[in-house]
């Protein structure tokens, strides 16, 4: 991301910049920035994100779309070596390329960077319309044929983060709950973290440790393996969410209002699903289920 996008997504965030901070702010800081900005690790112990909804300009979201398509290109090119589309119909041997699924074909996909597009053969069937994604595999008549797939993903040396901390996840809070409570709409109290519907990023701090969680309420039944698909996505699918890029990794992916309990760590990120009826204690000794 250049300076430019950075200085958009704290924009679009809320988040002001003094003149010192707009100096020395650049891609490897901006993060730490945004996070002493939001009130994350300071006397503010709690912090909720809520993506934005509803109408905006063309202009605006081609900007946002742009700003996902940065990013997630800036996250595969630690992983492969890429070219662009138009310089990678030049190379008559296997060639590494990053781009965005414009739309499904019969035979594959179209996808698409800033230098063109290029229909891609493959069976893949898990890829969709919107997904950002690095592909290795050769140019023939004006085609690319995929022989492997690179996901911007979970980092692969992330590692759980020690909870020291009881943390209830629950769509209904009642009495007797223990440690920090992550509620949606719920009524605000010291120990209750609220303030989102569908889709909240949520950092609490305590003495000095930060945990971040992604709390979703799934339009229709996500189970295990699709809940990986989203962390190897970096993407929320949902309708109507503009912000809906993972940007940092999360330590907890909940999944709430969601028909079953079942609980998955994948490369140290524990992913829990709980139903309307059911709350999830997350402590030291793993992860509880039990009945609102």
Request: charged share 30%.
């Amino acid at each position: 991301m250049n300076k430019k996008e950075i200085i958009g997504m704290f924009l679009d965030r809320g988040v002001l910049l003094s003149p010192e901070d707009l100096e020395k702010i650049n891609e490897k800081n901006y993060m730490q920035i945004l996070e002493s900005k939001s009130g994350v690790g300071g006397k503010k112990e709690h912090a909720v994100n809520e993506p934005v909804r509803g109408k905006i300009s063309t202009e605006e979201f081609i900007k946002i779309c742009n700003r996902k398509f940065e990013f997630l290109r800036e996250t595969l090119l630690k992983k492969i070596e890429a070219v662009s589309i138009n310089k990678g119909r030049k190379v008559f041997s296997e060639v590494a390329i990053i781009g965005r699924v414009k739309e499904l074909t019969g035979r594959g996909f179209v996808i698409e960077d800033v230098t063109g597009e290029t229909e891609v053969v493959t069976e893949n069937k898990e890829v969709n319309a919107g997904d950002v994604l690095g592909m290795r595999g050769f140019f023939k008549e004006n085609r690319f044929f995929l022989e492997q797939t690179t996901w911007p993903d979970i980092p692969l040396d992330n590692s759980p983060k020690p909870i020291q901390t009881k943390i209830t996840l629950t769509m209904k809070v009642k009495e007797n709950m223990e440690g920090f409570i992550i509620s949606p709409n719920a009524e605000k109290s010291e120990n209750v973290i609220t303030g989102f519907e569908k889709f909240g990023m949520i950092k609490t701090t305590k003495e000095g440790k930060g945990i971040r969680i992604i709390a979703y309420s799934p339009s229709k039944e996500i189970n295990e393996d699709d809940a990986v698909k989203i962390l190897k996505k970096r993407i929320i699918p949902e309708e109507g969410i503009l912000e809906n890029l993972i940007t940092e990794i999360p330590d907890i992916f909940w999944l709430f209002d969601n028909k079953r309990n079942w609980t998955r760590n994948y490369k140290g990120v524990v992913i829990i699903s709980s139903d309307e009826n059911s709350f999830a204690e997350y402590g030291m000794e793993g992860v509880r289920f039990g009945k609102i």
